[in-house]
Antibody, heavy 121, light 108 residues
Framework: EVQLVESGGGLVQPGRSLRLSCAAS????????MHWVRQAPGKGLEWVSG????????GYADSVKGRFTISRDNAKNSLYLQMNSLRAEDTALYYC??????????????WGQGTMVTVSS | DIQLTQSPSFLSASVGDRVTITCRAS??????LAWYQQKPGKAPKLLIY???TLQSGVPSRFSGSGSGTEFTLTISSLQPEDFATYYC??????????FGGGTKVEIK
């Protein structure tokens, strides 16, 4: 079964860090680009970051550039999001999503169930 | 950055109705557009990519059309399981890969 399982969310104080993980199974992980998408409570979808199959192409939303770092370990079939200098506006459900293509512009055909990040003092 | 504007933001319809949702891009994106369906408490589901290509397993009552700056998602005969929020996404200009604001389809 094709599956993405996120972990690492939780309650964190403003200014602190958190690392999200996404474990992939059921497909050849290193054939595809991967992304993080977030959704604040009651709001729409916001693309956060994406990484190509070989980590050669990486992109970030302006709202997280310089604070968040995406990475992947193809040997472990895993995607990561290191989030530093967290702000209240980063509070959201964070989804891991698989791209249809290796490059990162193919639409997202598989999604995890999300991990909640709450930034509050 | 490319902005996507969906209309309407809210739609009330009955089972069996034909429903059309529009997504307008702030600049031309060729056919690099996808549509997603999201039900409450669930992850989004890919319906259509490349503006008009139906994702495997998606019912044929869903269709997409358009190119350039104007796109539509049509549900030919609305079913009870189709009541959800729908999002468009542009994949032409990366980064970022922007989403539209969403269209919530509710039961009349």
């Amino acid at each position: 079964e094709v599956q993405l399982v996120e972990s690492g969310g939780g309650l964190v104080q403003p200014g602190r860090s958190l690392r999200l993980s996404c474990a992939a199974s059921g497909f050849t992980f290193d054939d595809y680009a991967m992304h993080w998408v977030r959704q604040a409570p009651g709001k729409g979808l916001e693309w956060v970051s994406g990484i190509s199959w070989n980590s050669g192409s990486i992109g970030y939303a302006d709202s997280v550039k310089g604070r968040f770092t995406i990475s992947r370990d193809n040997a472990k079939n895993s995607l990561y999001l290191q989030m530093n200098s967290l702000r209240a506006e980063d509070t959201a459900l964070y989804y891991c999503a698989k791209d249809r293509l290796w490059s990162g512009v193919g639409a997202f055909d598989i999604w995890g169930q999300g991990t909640m990040v709450t930034v509050s003092s | 950055d490319i902005q996507l504007t969906q209309s309407p933001s809210f739609l009330s319809a009955s089972v069996g109705d034909r429903v059309t949702i529009t997504c307008r891009a702030s600049q031309g994106i060729s056919s690099y557009l996808a549509w997603y369906q999201q039900k409450p408490g669930k992850a989004p589901k890919l319906l259509i990519y490349a503006a008009s290509t139906l994702q495997s397993g998606v019912p044929s009552r869903f269709s997409g059309s358009g190119s350039g700056t104007e796109f539509t998602l049509t549900i030919s005969s609305l079913q009870p399981e189709d009541f959800a929020t729908y999002y468009c996404q542009q994949l032409n200009s990366y980064p970022p890969l922007t989403f539209g604001g969403g269209t919530k389809v509710e039961i009349k």
